[in-house]
């Protein structure tokens, strides 16, 4: 079935290199079979008799999808001897011989296994991307290579990764360049940037149908028409893929769901537009993480005679997801981010320039089956002397308060957060920042020792924060609504998408108004009401539809806080007061002891109302002016005051720095607290070595494109 792959040659190679060798690093075009071909060639040769062999993603898309490819290919029945794992959604078997899973999965699971013992091969794919979990991975396969001697084979897999720099690391193992099958690809620049890569990108695909009717009712100076209609002297030559060039199908890289949708449509019209006869038909396909699995798998189907297929997509068809049939790549020369600054504690949501391995990954996407092209809405000069050569590291540029407190709940003595082997470390600065928030949350004492609390907080599926509010809400009885507010949290995207046409910040300023409104408590709240109304409609599909809520989403919901729920119950052991069947008692007490679990679990997202600004300062990071997001519930009291403190699921920087998902919370809660951060010291808390490991941090960072050059985040599609 997939013997046409170009990896599928090298398996004698491949299989004899990993027989001879504990880890084996192998380079090959996105594409060549990496994803679906290894794990097979490894069952075909023994490897699953004696274990599991794991293969990981970065993105959860991805696992779903290589998964279903391969239980089709082997011709088994997903779920059982080929098998995906991604948070909270497991769908393997004690049949599952082949098992896909995030990379965040993977290191959830050595938590309760740490010699990850029910593996025989790991498979770290798509190195490349260079997520955070898959740097960390790297570090702890290294050291559980030497543990588990000959028993573990462990596999790195990348379609650009610097191999020499990935065999050094794991002391010069071999590295195996599969050469791909790739066609020359023609790039053209733009001359200078468009003022919009949407109406750019449509040009590029289909320039407008009057024009091109004109033109060919008569008009033999098509240079001439073209730019006199479309009124603009910006490019004289329009390329119009669809109409001037031969078969074979145009993706074209946008930056997230909002821009997709927004592209489809009007390439939509104007296939509307086209006269019949004209040109081949077309398809216009969006393809994104947030899409629904059935309307993702559409691309792999390979398009009705005489027609093209436009797919739109983020950069998970850079090296994720192989879209075959692909001959034309519009590349807008931009990817959406999230950067994370440890010292203002506020992400931002950037559309940035893409790096140029990412621009030659898009190009080569024409290559694949015979020569392509790609058309660059950029100038060549942008791309030599703007674009960064390389992506930057995950690690480089999120928040590390949830692996740095992964890393200690580990416990291992050869592991020490602070020198942890990176393959590029974080900066030092954010490494603080990590432990002053795991600090305040109690997840760490004031030497930076795991406590009790922080060793129970790593083995929920959740980011810190929320663990720390479902064990404080255990405590004191309102374990039952934490656990619908951290399910809420967990699918919110989802849970707005279905509010038709606008961008989700637009659609939460207009809730249907039916639905509850936080009861002048913020957005926690909110989630919770609307969850428990749901409830009592006993969970009614025609109930979420009438409410503007996604059905899909909820769904989730529903599911996700049914596996918090046996989570916690499995943690607790007897040592955790579990209390889960007390749904609505609380509602009358104004949601106190919620609120109370949340501004314990949030204590190191707290903001202090600033009433001469009409804003909130944050507390424990540099003091930062913010706003609370006009999508907020949040209501002002009576004498029109907003309330003096309030925690915040999320600080993002967009036009203004606001806050999202916010609660109000009470001046006593937050004194223990604000005495907390007088009490801090950040050199004690990182093992009294701070300086020398700062020094030693900033030593290994100036290798890489420094921070400011480098603005850049996590990509939006995991
Ligand atoms: P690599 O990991 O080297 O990028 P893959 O193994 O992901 O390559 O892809 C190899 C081939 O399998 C490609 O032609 C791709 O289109 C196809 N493929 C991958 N996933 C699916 C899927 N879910 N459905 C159909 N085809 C797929």
Redesign the pocket.
Known sequence: M?SH?PIVQFEDKIMKTVEDNAVVVII?E????????LSQMLHRRGYTKSGIVAVTQPRRVAAV??A??VAQELGVTLGEEVGYAIRFEDRTSDLTRIKYLTDGVLLRESLSNPELNQYSVIILDEAHERSLNTDILLGLVKRLVKVRASKLKVLITS?TLDGEKVSEFFSDCPVLNVPGKLYPVEIMYSEESPKSYIESSLRTAMANVANIYIYYIGNDSDVFFESFLLNTSETPHIPNIHVREPEGDVLIFMTGQDDIEKLVSKLEDRVQGLEEGSCMDAIILPLHGSLPPELQ?RV?SPPPPNCRRFIVATNIAE?SL???GVVYVIDSGYVKQRQYNPSTGMYSLDIVQISKVQANQRAGRAGRTRPGKCYRLYSSEAYEEEFLDVTVPEIQRSSLAGSVLYLKSLDLPDIDILKFDFLDPPSFESLEDALKQLHLIDAIDDTGLITRVGQTMAELPLEPSLSRTLMEANENGCLSQALTVAAMLSAETTLLAAQSGKSNEKKRKHPPPDLPDGSGWGDHVQLLQIFEQWDQNDFDIGWCKDNGLQVRGMMFVKDVRRQLSQLMQKIAKGSLNVRTNERYKERQRGYKNLRKALCVGYANKLAERMVQHNGYRTIGFKPQLVQVHPSSTLKTDEDGMFPNYIVYHELIATSRPFMRNVCAVEMAWVSPILKKLEKLDIDKLSGGSGRSIREESEKKVTSLPKKEEAVAGVPDDR
């Open positions: 997939a792959l090959g996105t594409g060549s079979g990496k994803s679906t071909q999808s290589v279903r490819r379609a798998v792999f090296t192989t879209v075959d």
